[in-house]
């Protein structure tokens, strides 16, 4: 055979091939292998078995009042508002703290419902993508990475303000609350200013508006070559807590000895430490719980 035609005959192929997986991947994007089950179990709670061949589709929170962006995480977790879910596996499981035992919403989600919060308010990451790989996976944003667990406790402070003041509580959050506490009694305002706990110390870097850095802007300016886990922000604030001398050689910072919970509390309570301006939020998303009699100026 002619040299000529088996390179015509394979790229052929090849073509072939590229336009197969194309069409592949069109008619099946990763999103309907994690609908298709919810409906499948969505039949069998429901025991309707018409139900498992619902249509799939994607499922998108339009948000132009609270963030400007579309979250379309429930194209996946289709199973968090619905209480049927809660001992489902992820990511069908119901959100935590929205109903009790017997399935009537009472928790503070309620507050916040999704339709109008959408997730990433609270959760951060990348609300349009639709794969895993590109909304909890190794894939890393210059933006923000998604915040799980306890770390989304982080974002309670975008709203309600007053949460730092002394007499104000916030207990949905508990985390956060510990870190403010935690701020307090090891003494971080005698070297780092911080409006919202309203010190005013200079030996360390000001941390007002630390919680609204990008990863991008943290990434250029901290170094990183000691971090042992995920060379994400969240990560080097975590172990700079555990020791302060190890992640930034050479620091006056002091080692408080804290516990992987404390240190959790106290990366949950930096985090949360916001530059408004920045996270723009319309004052109609505001709110003045915990209400706090004292009245503090948190913006002063
Ligand atoms: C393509 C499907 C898909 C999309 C889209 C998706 N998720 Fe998930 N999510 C999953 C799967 C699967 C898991 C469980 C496995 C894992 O953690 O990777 C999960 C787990 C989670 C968890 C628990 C993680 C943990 O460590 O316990 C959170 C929180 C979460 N997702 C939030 C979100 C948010 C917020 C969005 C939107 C920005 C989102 N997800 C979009 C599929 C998805
Ligand atoms: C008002 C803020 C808020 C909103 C809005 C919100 N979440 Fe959460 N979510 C949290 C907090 C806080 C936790 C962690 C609770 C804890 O473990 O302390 C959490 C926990 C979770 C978990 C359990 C796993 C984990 O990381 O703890 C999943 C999954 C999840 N959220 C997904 C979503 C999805 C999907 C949406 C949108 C449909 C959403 N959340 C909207 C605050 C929120
Ligand atoms: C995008 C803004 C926003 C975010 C982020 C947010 N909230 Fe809210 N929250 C509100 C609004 C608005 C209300 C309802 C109006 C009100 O009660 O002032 C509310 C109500 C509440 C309530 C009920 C208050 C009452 O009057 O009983 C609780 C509790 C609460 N939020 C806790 C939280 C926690 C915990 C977080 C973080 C995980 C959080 N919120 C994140 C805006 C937000
Ligand atoms: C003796 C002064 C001192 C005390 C006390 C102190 N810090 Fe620091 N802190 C520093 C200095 C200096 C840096 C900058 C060098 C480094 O990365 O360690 C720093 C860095 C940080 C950073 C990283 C900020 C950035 O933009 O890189 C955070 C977050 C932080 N401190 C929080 C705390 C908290 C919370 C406490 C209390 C538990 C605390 N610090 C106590 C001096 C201090």
Same mark, same amino acid.
């Given at each position: ?10 790229? /052929? ?24 089950? *919810? ?17 799939? #589709? ?39 703290d ?9 928790? *503070?989600i309620?507050?916040?419902?999704f ?22 996976g ?61 010190t005013? /110390? ?30 994400? #922000? ?17 620091t ?9 919970e ?7 309570l ?18 003045? *719980? ?11």
């Amino acid at each position: 055979m002619d040299i000529k035609n088996v390179l015509f005959a394979f790229a /052929g192929v090849s073509m072939a091939v590229v336009f197969g997986i194309l069409s592949y991947n069109g008619a099946n994007p990763e999103w309907h292998d994690y609908q298709r089950p *919810y409906y499948k179990m969505l039949a069998q709670k429901m025991n309707d078995p018409a139900l498992a061949n619902a249509p799939l #589709k994607i499922e998108q929170v339009w948000l132009p009042t609270v963030n400007n962006r579309a979250d379309r995480c429930m194209t996946c977790h289709k199973g968090i508002g619905n209480p049927l879910f809660k001992d489902a596996p992820q990511p069908y499981t119901t959100h935590p703290d929205f109903f009790d035992e017997e399935g009537k919403p009472t928790g *503070y989600i309620l507050r916040h419902p999704f339709e109008k919060f959408g997730c990433t308010v609270c959760h951060e990451g990348e609300g349009q993508a639709l794969s895993v790989e590109a909304t909890h996976g190794d894939v890393h944003h210059l933006d923000r990475e998604l915040l799980t667990g306890v770390f989304a406790q982080s974002s309670c402070s975008k709203c309600h303000q007053n949460l730092y003041s002394r007499n104000a509580s916030l207990p949905e959050a508990p985390t956060l609350m510990a870190g403010k506490e935690l701020f307090r009694t090891k003494g971080c305002g005698a070297c780092h200013t911080a409006r919202q706990m309203r010190t005013k /110390g200079t030996a360390g870097p000001e941390l007002s508006g630390f919680g609204s850095k990008t990863e991008l802007s943290f990434y250029l300016v901290h170094i990183f070559e000691h971090v042992e886990g995920d060379h994400t #922000k969240l990560q080097w604030e975590w172990e700079h807590f555990k020791d302060p001398g190890k992640i930034t050689p050479g620091t006056i910072m002091p080692n408080f000895r804290l516990t992987d919970e404390e240190a959790d509390q106290l990366t949950t309570l930096v985090s949360s430490f916001k530059d408004e301006t920045k996270e723009s939020i319309p004052m109609k998303f505001l709110s003045s *719980y915990p209400f706090d009699a004292e009245v503090v100026a948190v913006r002063d």
